[in-house]
């Protein structure tokens, strides 16, 4: 009586928020012999190497993954360093370019890190699949893919929309997820968590376990978590993300620009702060109530209140920072000690390149010593100690 009673409290936090869990009863028998065998449950997770920072989005699958490290199991981070050189679309409407393994190996120095932010280092294993894809030969390739049909990989709504457009499918992406499934069968995964977009892929590793002989996985999906722009998943290629790595000011800075209708989703996806709690303030302090939880969480209480007072002092107070990065202009000032606004965006690093400035300046995104800045071909008088202002969050202190 006591196990099931067990069973069930594990089942009612791994099942809390989640979308899917499938099938639900051979997961209480896991967990349940977990139990009685004293033998901790493999909790999958793919990390996909595409870019260089983890956002909140990754942070909600993970958060659900220590839950399983806070129950007593192992949490199992596959990074798909080797498949991510195969073009899986991923529900977008043609094939990813692939990524060369100098990119992959980039992305992935700072992915450890961040990931122990919210995992148990003690109770995970990170493990790379060129460990065991890079081995396959081409007749155990063969024999992979001899055990799923087309039929059922046709299932998948992407590729079916593509095969009605008649648009381009190629062998290699059907490989992606017997590849994903493989990785299920290497680390013998007793459990495969992944966001929505995602099951698909994980009930293939089900089968692709099945048939190699070991007990078929079970799977959780976790919503999807919509960005700061208040309309689609949050991704860093479409900009609307937070970093789980990023500083105090700029995390604090981003979570008050969420839309207001989507605080329950972050509220509940991100917190132990019920949205109960949280409804009856004013929209701005409810935010303020969410930031400095989640601050708190990657930075601590000092790194939230550094947060807020940054915020406050900046967006409240319409005052610059006490603190911001100090930049070298003066090989670029003319005699009258003026520059052309683009080329000090470029110098002072606060954007990538000479047609992102122009944007952000034709979009009124750009300030200095408190003037906006009405043309990209503007010259500006830099003084010593002018403030320069680059959208919300960014700011620098020009040095001549």
Known sequence: ???????????????????????????????????RQERPLRAKLGIDPSAS???????????????????????????GDFTRRIGDPSGKSKTREPMSPEDIERNMRTYREQAFRILDPRKAEVRYNSEWLEKLTLAQVVGLTARYTVARMLEREDFQRRFREGSAITIMEFLYPLAQAYDSVAVRADIELGGSDQRFNLLIGRDIQEAYGQDPQAILTMPLLIGIDGTFA?????????????????????????????????????TDVSWAEAEPL????????????????????????????????????????EEMPEVLVGDLLDADRTANIVDLLIEAGM?????????????????????????????????AGSVLRAGKLRFARLMV
Do not use: C
């Not at 594990?10 to 028998?29: H, S, W, Y």
């Not at 109530?289 to 915020?311: I, Y």
């Not at 944007?359 to 043309?375: A, F, H, M, P």
């Open 234 to 270: 949050m991704s860093q290629s479409r900009g609307n993300y937070i970093g789980v790595a990023e500083e105090p000011e700029e995390q604090f800075g981003k979570i008050m620009s969420i839309p207001d209708e989507r605080m329950p989703q972050y509220f509940q996806l991100l």
């Open 282 to 321: 004013h929209p701005k302090e409810a935010k303020k109530l969410l930031a400095r939880t989640l601050v708190s969480w990657f930075h601590g209480e000092d790194g939230a209140r550094r947060g807020q007072e940054h915020f406050e002092r900046v967006f409240e107070d319409e005052q610059p920072p």
């Open 1 to 35: 009586m006591e196990i099931r009673a067990e069973v069930e409290r594990q089942l009612a936090i791994i099942e809390r928020n989640a979308e899917t869990v499938l099938p639900r009863d051979e997961l209480a028998r896991k967990i349940e012999r977990s139990l």
């Open 53 to 79: 920072q983890l956002t909140l989005g990754h942070a909600v699958v993970l958060r659900k993954l220590r839950a399983f490290q806070d129950l007593g199991h192992t949490a199992v981070l596959v990074v």
């Open 351 to 383: 954007t990538s390149s000479r047609s992102e400035a122009r944007r952000l300046v034709e979009g009124g995104g750009v300030e200095l010593d408190g003037e906006k800045i009405t043309s990209h071909r503007d010259r500006v008088t830099v003084r």
